[in-house]
């Protein structure tokens, strides 16, 4: 992967052929089908602090989801858990958060999720990139509805971390 990243922090894969041998086994042993998709939706490697994560695009049925590979130590990528919430009042974890947007500017991950129903709404999640137990992690920090986006309501934010500093005060 040294060889492919040539120095950036940031690039795409649209050709199966080019991926990293371990991080193409870790992807098809977690059941996500990719080859049909990465030419559309390419494989996305993004280096943070010193992670390097893999977000690639994986159909299951008629829906799909970007998934996270962490891919820090190279011999042993590891499928990442995004943190979401479950009702009727908890938190879950999920390896399909939706359709995954990195914002390199404010360096947080946005997570689209919506419905293969028309008119239902949609939620977005926004995380940024933790330290966990086992390396990278990520962390939950807002949470966003739009009702109906047939009538292009805008986001409405339903939840926002606080700032954990300013509980302790």
């Given at each position: 992967?040294?060889?492919?990243?040539?120095?950036?922090?940031?690039?795409?894969?649209?050709?199966?052929?080019?991926?990293?041998?371990?991080?193409?086994?870790?992807?098809?042993?977690?059941?996500?089908?990719?080859?049909?998709?990465?030419?559309?939706?390419?494989?996305?490697?993004?280096?943070?602090?010193?992670?390097?994560?893999?977000?690639?695009?994986?159909?299951?049925?008629?829906?799909?989801?970007?998934?996270?590979?962490d891919m820090?130590?190279?011999?042993?990528p590891?499928?990442?858990?995004?943190p979401?919430?479950?009702?009727?009042?908890?938190?879950?974890?999920?390896?399909?958060?939706?359709?995954?947007?990195?914002?390199?500017?404010?360096?947080?991950?946005?997570?689209?999720?919506?419905?293969?129903?028309?008119?239902?709404?949609?939620?977005?999640?926004?995380?940024?990139?933790?330290?966990?137990?086992?390396?990278?992690?990520f962390?939950?920090?807002?949470?966003?509805?739009?009702?109906?986006?047939?009538?292009?309501?805008?986001?409405?934010?339903?939840?926002?971390?606080?700032?954990?500093?300013?509980?302790?005060?």
């Amino acid at each position: 992967m040294v060889r492919l990243a040539k120095g950036r922090n940031e690039f795409e894969i649209s050709d199966p052929a080019l991926l990293p041998t371990r991080l193409t086994v870790a992807v098809e042993q977690s059941g996500c089908a990719y080859k049909d998709e990465i030419n559309s939706l390419p494989a996305r490697f993004i280096r943070i602090k010193s992670y390097r994560l893999a977000v690639v695009f994986c159909r299951s049925g008629i829906v799909g989801s970007y998934r996270a590979y962490d891919m820090t130590d190279l011999r042993r990528p590891r499928q990442m858990e995004f943190p979401t919430p479950s009702s009727p009042n908890g938190l879950h974890t999920t390896s399909e958060p939706g359709m995954i947007t990195w914002k390199t500017d404010t360096q947080v991950f946005e997570a689209v999720k919506e419905s293969d129903m028309g008119c239902t709404g949609r939620a977005r999640h926004t995380y940024r990139l933790g330290d966990g137990d086992k390396g990278a992690s990520f962390v939950i920090t807002r949470v966003d509805i739009k009702k109906d986006e047939c009538k292009e309501s805008e986001w409405t934010t339903i939840w926002e971390t606080p700032t954990w500093s300013e509980l302790y005060r």
